[in-house]
């Protein structure tokens, strides 16, 4: 979202108006408080939940992001400042289209992170009893509000082609347009890789990737998300099979003693009781971009949530290799040409087995996936988009 208000910021008059929900949130707009241009509403747990009780008529995920607040202070924004659209970030926020009553000429645009009905597909799937009934309930509701906001919604933009196909099947909307998801990572690596090459002239596959740790593994992810707390549990069993397997193995020549790290704000308790001498639960970190660099593998088996996932595209940016299955690929590498590929307990540990043992040059393939994020998820394309939805206004 930072980088889409940069790029707004370079032709127009933006004001932020944004949750404040985590202690990241409020750490990041301690920098802008004083600034008119940013302005924020606190939200608790206990609200939250609060509406998720009293909106039986919205799906809980949407609910939770109700905020009569946020809603008057929205109203305050558009008189007074006289602002003549709204760019607004994620499905659920398409609740506060009803703005348009008031102000009619207001043009309305609602960015999708990603399909939320496909998330919920996936939750009822992997669900059972009361909660699978549970889950079907919430899809339906999510189906219905939806498909209204995109419907209402002047312009939508998603960040992969696999969603903008997905919104044209489910609710026949045709002129969704797709822009890239940008993440600070990319600049640092351009300027990067011109110096790199300028100085071994070899090309990007060539250049080996400095300062990783054999044997390091990384996950990353929100633990408070249900999609990455199961992912990130099922990573930790799957690491211990590792581990035993190469114990026994006495043909794999490992240098390293294998280590997992799981990094990510807030893990359960009982994500943190899997701690171990080769397993670390790290919580909160300042830069988690400084684990995914050092490690040798990220891997992240995925079998919940849908969109595009940043977390993939952070890893493969700083040069690490990349182990998922379909759920990490979409809208990003779906055809495997850099990322390694596993769906089944048995594929994610043949995998691992092979890339930390050596079979496999993890360098040379986090450099070809470095190269592919370069030439298929720069931000120019974005910019060209926002500058044509918003140059007439």
């Not at 929205?74 to 009803?98: C, F, N, P, T």
């Not at 960015?111 to 998330?119: F, G, L, N, R, W």
């Not at 280590?259 to 704000?265: Q, S, Y």
Request: hydrophobic share 40%; proline share 3%.
């Amino acid at each position: 979202m930072g980088k889409e208000i940069e790029t707004l910021q370079q032709d127009h008059e933006v004001w932020v108006l944004s949750f404040l929900s985590q202690p990241f949130d409020r750490e990041l707009y301690e920098d802008h408080k004083n600034d008119p241009h940013w302005q924020a509403v606190s939200i608790s747990k206990w609200t939250r939940a609060w509406h998720i009780l009293t909106e039986p008529w919205m799906p809980y995920y949407f609910a939770a992001r109700t905020s009569l607040r946020l809603a008057l202070r929205l109203i305050s924004m558009v008189r007074k400042y006289q602002i003549d659209a709204i760019h607004a970030e994620y499905a659920a926020m398409g609740q506060y289209l009803w703005i348009k009553k008031l102000f009619p000429r207001l043009k309305f645009t609602l960015v999708e992170h990603d399909m939320t009905a496909q998330s919920y597909e996936r939750k009822v799937a992997h669900s059972r009893g009361l909660k699978k009934a549970f889950m079907q309930w919430q899809l339906a509701k999510v189906l219905c509000k939806e498909e209204k906001y995109i419907r209402k919604a002047d312009h939508v933009l998603v960040f992969n082609e696999k969603d903008r196909k997905l919104i044209e099947k489910y609710y026949g909307r045709a002129d969704v347009q797709v822009i890239n998801p940008f993440f600070d990572e990319l600049g640092e690596l351009s300027s990067f890789r011109a110096a790199e090459n300028q100085e071994n002239g070899r090309t990007p596959e060539q250049n080996g990737l400095k300062n990783h740790k054999d044997g390091m593994i990384c996950f990353l992810g929100q633990m408070a998300r249900p999609e990455n707390h199961q992912a990130a549990m099922r990573l930790i069993r799957l690491f211990g099979e590792v581990e035993e397997k190469l114990q026994t193995d006495k043909s794999r020549d490992m240098t390293a003693r294998p280590e997992l790290f799981i990094v990510g704000n807030r893990p359960s308790e009982e994500l943190k009781s899997k701690e171990s001498e080769s397993v670390h639960i790290t919580g909160f970190v300042d830069d988690v971009d400084s684990y995914l660099r050092q490690a040798q593998l990220a891997v992240f088996p995925l079998e919940q949530g849908a969109g595009i996932k940043v977390k993939v595209l952070r890893a493969m940016a700083v040069g690490t290799a990349v182990i998922t299955g379909d759920i990490g690929a979409e809208g990003i590498d779906e055809n495997y040409e850099v990322l390694i590929h596993a769906e089944s307990d048995e594929e994610y540990v043949s995998a691992i087995r092979k890339y930390l043992s050596g079979e496999n040059d993890t360098a040379k393939i986090g450099a070809q996936c470095r190269q592919f994020v370069l030439e298929h998820f720069g931000w120019e394309k974005s910019e060209k988009v926002l500058y044509k939805l918003y140059h007439s206004i």
